[in-house]
C-alpha cells in the first residue's frame, strides 16, 4: 500500500515539473477579424501573381502578404471550391461556376455557368471541387461533374453520389459515397480493381508518392495502394488519424506528408524516419478542424480552418518552442546542449530534452542569464548561482541576482554582474572559488574589464562606474565616470565589448575612455552607425545582435564594415523582454529568448537574390496608377507586395524625395498623409545585409489644394478685379464726398465767418452801446459831481450866511446880504432827485449786492455805504445827508459794526470789495 502511495506521490510531483513540448514551425494565424469574412475556408490555392485565393462561405478572399481583399459573388452564395489556372481564379458555389480575374486593383467576376445556362432545372447541385487535368477543367458536384473544355461544358450525370474527385497518374479518380473510388474514361467511369476494400469509406484525399497511392479515409485511416494491391498504412500514426477524422491530405516533396484533421489540427509526418509533430490548438492553431489545404511557392503550408486560416512556415528554418500553459513563464535566457536547451526563466531553471520540458530540482525563482563555459553551464539566479554539468544542477554560491556574466579581457578570470556588485571567478574549471570585491555593492547590469585591479561596472538604474581595488579586492576608489563627464542624463547604461575594446551606450550616445585624459570620447564608428538604437548583445567577436526601432539585427562585423541581417518582426513581435535580450550561438543557430518560449533561427550567409517587387498604391480605396495625381490633403497607401510570405521574405527599407534616412517597410505598408502639393517618389530598396538594391519606385503628384485649383484661381482673379474695381468706384464715391465735403466745409466756414462777422459787429454794437453807457455813467456821474458841487456850494452859502450873520448888524443890509448870498447858491430840489436817481442807477449792483449780505441795513446806511464807496470824506457826506460831520462819524461806527468789521480793517477798502 505505501509502495502504490509512493508512485502515485511520485507521479504527481513529475507531471507538475515535466510536460511535453514540440519545437514547432513558426506559425501565422489569420483570423475574422484580419479578413472580416465568415468562419470555413473550404478551399485555398495560390495564384500566378503569387497572392492565395480563398472560398471562404459568402466570401470570396484575396491575401497577397499586405492587404486582404473580400468579394461575394453576383448570387451571394456560399463558395466551396477555388482553383487558379493561368490568370483566372476560378470558383465554384451553389448552383453556380465561373472565373475571376484581376482589373485595377479589382477581382472582377465571369459566370460560366449562367453565360452557358448549365443549371435550368430545380436541381441542388453545388460545387464543392475543382480539378484541373489535362487540359480539362472539371467543376464537381455531389451529383454531376461539368467539364470545360476549349469554351464548352460537358456535364456528365452520375448514377451515384461523390465526395470529391482527385487526378491521379492522368486520370480522374471519383470517391463515390458507398460505391468506392471509381475512375473516369471520357464520360464514363469503371471501378479500379483490387480496391474493393475501400467500399463503404467516405474518402477524402487520394495522393501520390512514388509508387504508391495514399487513400485518406475520413473515420477509418490512411490505406496504401501500389502494383501488388491495397493495405492499411502500417504506421503508429495510423490508429490517431482513425480518431481525428481526416479532412484532407497533401505530400510535400515526397518526404513530409501533411495531413489535416477534424478534431486534432494538422500533422506534419517525415516519411523518411516515420516522425511526426501535431500542430493544434494547445500549440499554434486557432482551432483544431483543417477544412482545406494548400502550399504556395516557398513549399510552406496554408490551412483553411473551421474558423480562420492559418499560415506554417514548415519549409522555414525557423522554429519556435511556445508555452501555453504557463508552466515556463518568461523565459530570460536560452542555451543548446546535447540533446536538447537549458532555459532560465522566471519560474526557475528548466531543462528540455526529448520534447519534454522539466523543472530541475531546487531552482524555483527568477532565473537570469545562462552562460556556457567549456561543457559546463553557469546559471544566474534570483537565489545565487548554479553550475549545469554533467547533467546536473549545482548551487555554487549564494550571491544573489546574478545578471550577466562575462570573460575578463586580461585574464583567463570570469566576471558576473549582480544584485549586490560585481563577483570574480578565477579558474573556469571550478568556479566554486570566487571572490566578491569589497565595498562595492551596488545592483550592478553590465561589467567588463581591460586593465589590472580596474574593472567597469554600469549600474542596473544609472550611473557608470570606474572601480579601482588592489590585490586582495579591496575597493580603493570608486569614480562616477558620468559625473565626472558632466553627463546628466545616465540612466540605463550599457556596457559593450567589441575586439577588446570597452564601449559606453549613455543617453543615446557611444563613447570609448581615454586612459591619457581620463575622460570619455566619443566613438565616431559605433556613433555613425548604430544610433538611436533600444538594445545590443553580444554574441561571439565579430555578431552581434541590434534592436532598432522595434526590429532585430544580427550584426556580422568586416573590418569597418557591419553587415545588417534584419530578423523578421513576426517572429518576434510583442514578446520581446525589454532590457533582457539573450542570444545563444549554437554553430550556425542562433537562439532568442521570448517572453513566453524562445526561437531557433538559421540565418543565411549567402546573399538572398534581389527579389521582384511590385507597388500597388490605392488613394480612397482605389487604386492610383504610377506618375497619378492625387488630391491635396488624402491618404495614400502602398502595397509593396514581394509575393513571399514565409523567412525568405527580403528585407524592404524605402525613401521618399531623397531624404537621407532608410525607413523599414513593415507589413509591407506605407502610409503616407499631410504631403505637400506638388511631385513625389518613393524608392523601395532590398538589402542583402551588405548592399542596397532599388528595387522598385513609385512616383505621383499631389494636386494643389482646392483653393490654389485653376478655377480657383481665376476666382481669385476676378475677385481681385472686383475688388480692384469695387475700390475704385468706392475711391471715386469717397472723392466725390470728400468734394462735397469740402464745399460743404467752405459754406459752413464761410457762415461761420458770417457768423463771426456778425457776431464781431454785435460785439462792436455792444461795446459801442457800453462806450456809449460809460459815457452816460461818466456824465450822470459829472452830474453827481455838479450835483455834490452845488450841495458844496449851498454848505458854503450857509457858511457865509453865517459869516453874514456874524458881521452885520444892520438888519436891513442883513437881509439884503443875506438874500443876495441865498440868490447866489440857491439849490434846486428837482436837480436833488435827479442827483439821487443817477446816483441809484450807478450803485445798483452795489446796493443789490450790498442788501443781499447785510439785509439789516437801512436805506440811510445804504446811502452812506455809496458815499463810502465813492471815496468821499465826512466832511463831505454831512451835508448830501444834512447831517453834521459829527454825526457822519457816529453813523460810521455803527455802520461797521452791522458789517461786523473789526479795527484792522478799512472800511472803505472793505466797501471797495464788495
Not at 375 to 391: D, S
Not at 454 to 468: F, H, K, M, P, T
Amino acid at each position: 500500500m505505501k509502495y502504490k502511495s509512493a508512485k502515485i506521490l511520485f507521479f504527481i510531483l513529475f507531471s507538475l515539473n515535466t510536460f511535453s513540448q514540440d519545437l514547432l514551425p513558426f506559425v501565422e494565424n489569420y483570423s475574422k477579424y484580419n479578413y472580416q469574412g465568415d468562419n470555413q475556408i473550404w478551399s485555398l490555392s495560390q495564384g500566378k501573381d503569387n497572392a492565395i485565393y480563398f472560398a471562404n462561405n459568402h466570401y470570396f478572399l484575396r491575401y497577397d502578404g499586405v492587404k486582404w481583399e473580400k468579394y461575394m459573388l453576383p448570387n451571394k452564395t456560399i463558395i466551396r471550391s477555388v482553383l487558379v489556372v493561368g490568370n483566372k481564379i476560378y470558383t465554384g458555389s451553389y448552383k453556380e461556376f465561373g472565373y475571376w480575374h484581376r482589373s485595377n486593383g479589382k477581382m472582377i467576376y465571369f459566370s460560366i455557368s449562367k453565360s452557358n445556362k448549365i443549371f435550368k432545372d430545380t436541381g441542388n447541385e453545388e460545387i464543392w471541387k475543382i480539378v484541373q487535368l489535362n487540359n480539362k477543367i472539371y467543376f464537381q458536384s455531389f451529383n454531376e461533374i461539368y467539364i470545360l473544355e476549349n469554351g464548352q461544358i460537358t456535364d456528365v450525370k452520375l448514377p451515384f453520389q461523390i465526395s470529391y474527385c482527385f487526378p491521379i497518374n492522368g486520370e480522374l479518380l471519383l470517391a463515390t459515397i458507398n460505391e468506392g473510388i471509381v475512375k473516369m474514361n471520357g464520360t464514363s467511369y469503371e471501378e479500379i480493381e483490387n480496391w474493393s476494400i475501400l467500399k463503404g469509406n467516405v474518402v477524402h484525399s487520394i495522393e501520390k508518392n512514388g509508387n504508391n497511392t495514399y487513400i485518406f479515409t475520413q473515420k477509418n485511416g490512411v490505406y496504401v495502394a501500389d502494383e501488388s494491391g491495397i493495405r492499411l498504412w502500417d504506421n503508429a500514426l495510423n490508429s490517431k488519424l482513425k480518431g481525428a477524422i481526416i479532412n484532407c491530405a497533401k505530400f510535400i516533396n515526397q518526404d513530409k506528408l501533411i495531413v489535416g484533421t477534424a478534431s486534432e489540427g494538422v500533422y506534419s509526418i517525415d516519411m523518411k524516419n516515420n516522425s511526426y509533430i501535431n500542430i493544434n490548438r494547445n500549440n499554434m492553431l486557432m482551432n483544431n478542424s483543417v477544412l482545406s489545404i494548400a502550399f504556395d511557392k516557398e513549399n510552406d503550408l496554408w490551412l483553411g480552418l473551421d474558423n480562420g486560416v492559418a499560415h506554417v512556415e514548415i519549409n522555414s528554418p525557423v522554429s519556435i518552442f511556445t508555452d501555453n500553459t504557463g508552466t515556463l513563464g518568461s523565459v530570460y535566457s536560452v542555451a543548446a546542449k546535447d540533446n536538447g536547451f537549458l532555459l532560465a526563466s522566471n519560474h526557475g531553471i528548466f531543462n528540455y530534452e526529448n520534447n519534454s520540458l522539466t523543472l530541475l530540482p531546487n531552482s524555483k525563482g527568477q532565473a537570469w542569464n545562462i552562460s556556457k563555459i567549456n561543457n559546463q553551464y553557469v546559471i544566474g539566479h534570483n537565489e545565487g548561482t548554479f553550475l549545469y554539468k554533467n547533467k546536473t544542477l549545482t548551487k555554487i554560491n549564494a550571491i544573489n541576482g546574478g545578471w550577466n556574466f562575462t570573460k575578463s579581457n586580461l585574464y583567463t578570470n570570469f566576471l558576473q554582474a549582480s544584485y549586490s556588485g560585481v563577483t570574480i571567478y578565477k579558474n573556469e574549471n571550478d568556479f566554486s572559488q570566487y571572490t566578491q570585491i569589497k565595498d562595492f555593492y551596488k545592483p550592478i547590469k553590465y561589467v567588463a574589464q581591460n586593465k589590472m585591479n580596474e574593472i567597469w561596472a554600469a549600474d542596473n538604474y544609472r550611473g557608470l562606474y570606474r572601480v579601482i581595488f588592489d590585490e586582495k579586492y579591496n575597493t580603493k576608489k570608486i569614480i562616477n565616470v558620468a559625473q565626472q563627464n558632466n553627463i546628466s542624463n545616465d540612466f540605463g547604461v550599457k556596457i559593450f565589448e567589441f575586439r577588446n575594446e570597452i564601449l559606453f551606450f549613455i543617453n543615446n550616445t557611444w563613447y570609448t575612455y581615454n586612459s591619457i585624459t581620463n575622460l570619455l570620447e566619443r566613438n565616431s564608428l559605433f556613433n555613425s552607425y548604430f544610433k538611436n538604437i533600444s538594445d545590443i548583445v553580444a554574441i561571439d567577436n565579430n555578431n552581434f545582435l541590434v534592436l532598432k526601432s522595434g526590429l532585430l539585427y544580427v550584426i556580422h562585423s568586416s573590418d569597418t564594415k557591419f553587415i545588417w541581417n534584419l530578423i523578421q518582426e513576426k517572429y518576434y513581435r510583442g514578446k520581446l523582454i525589454n532590457d533582457n535580450l539573450k542570444i545563444f550561438r549554437n554553430n550556425d543557430q542562433y537562439l532568442l529568448n521570448l517572453d513566453d518560449g524562445f526561437i531557433i533561427l538559421q540565418l543565411q550567409k549567402d546573399n538572398k537574390a534581389i527579389p521582384v517587387i511590385k507597388v500597388e498604391a490605392y488613394n480612397n480605396k482605389e487604386l492610383v496608377s504610377n506618375k497619378s495625381g492625387i488630391k491635396y490633403n488624402t491618404e495614400i497607401e502602398l502595397h509593396v507586395v514581394s509575393g513571399i510570405y514565409g523567412s525568405d521574405k527580403p528585407n524592404l527599407f524605402y525613401k521618399i524625395n531623397d531624404q537621407k534616412e532608410l525607413i523599414p517597410i513593415k507589413d509591407g505598408t506605407i502610409i503616407l498623409n499631410n504631403l505637400n502639393s506638388g511631385s513625389h517618389k518613393i524608392v523601395i530598396y532590398f538589402s542583402d545585409g551588405i548592399t542596397l538594391y532599388e528595387v522598385s519606385n513609385y512616383q505621383f503628384k499631389v494636386d494643389k489644394p482646392w483653393y490654389f485649383s485653376f478655377w480657383m484661381i481665376a476666382f481669385y482673379l476676378l475677385a481681385i478685379a472686383i475688388i480692384l474695381f469695387l475700390y475704385y468706384k468706392w475711391n471715386k464715391i469717397r472723392y466725390n464726398q470728400k468734394l462735397a465735403l469740402k464745399e460743404e466745409e467752405l459754406r459752413h466756414q464761410k457762415r461761420i465767418l458770417e457768423i463771426e462777422l456778425q457776431a464781431e459787429n454785435e460785439l462792436n454794437v455792444q461795446e459801442y452801446e457800453k462806450h456809449i453807457l460809460e459815457l452816460e455813467i461818466q456824465t450822470k456821474s459829472s452830474e453827481v459831481a455838479g450835483k455834490s458841487l452845488s450841495i458844496a456850494k449851498q454848505s458854503e452859502m450857509i457858511e457865509n450866511i453865517q459869516q453874514i450873520l456874524d458881521n452885520e448888524f444892520d438888519i436891513n443890509k442883513l437881509k439884503s446880504e443875506i438874500k443876495k448870498a441865498i440868490k447866489i447858491n440857491a439849490v434846486n430840489k428837482q436837480e436833488w432827485k435827479v442827483f439821487e436817481n443817477n446816483l441809484n442807477q450807478i450803485h445798483n449792483e452795489f446796493i443789490k449786492s450790498l442788501s443781499t449780505k447785510y439785509p439789516l441795513l437801512t436805506s440811510k446806511d445804504i446811502k452812506l455805504c455809496v458815499y463810502l464807496k465813492m471815496n468821499l470824506s465826512s466832511k463831505e457826506i454831512a451835508p448830501l445827508m444834512n447831517i453834521s460831520f459829527r454825526s457822519v462819524e457816529l453813523h460810521r461806527y455803527r455802520l461797521r459794526k452791522k458789517l461786523a468789521l473789526n479795527q484792522d480793517k478799512n472800511l472803505n477798502k472793505f466797501l471797495l470789495e464788495i
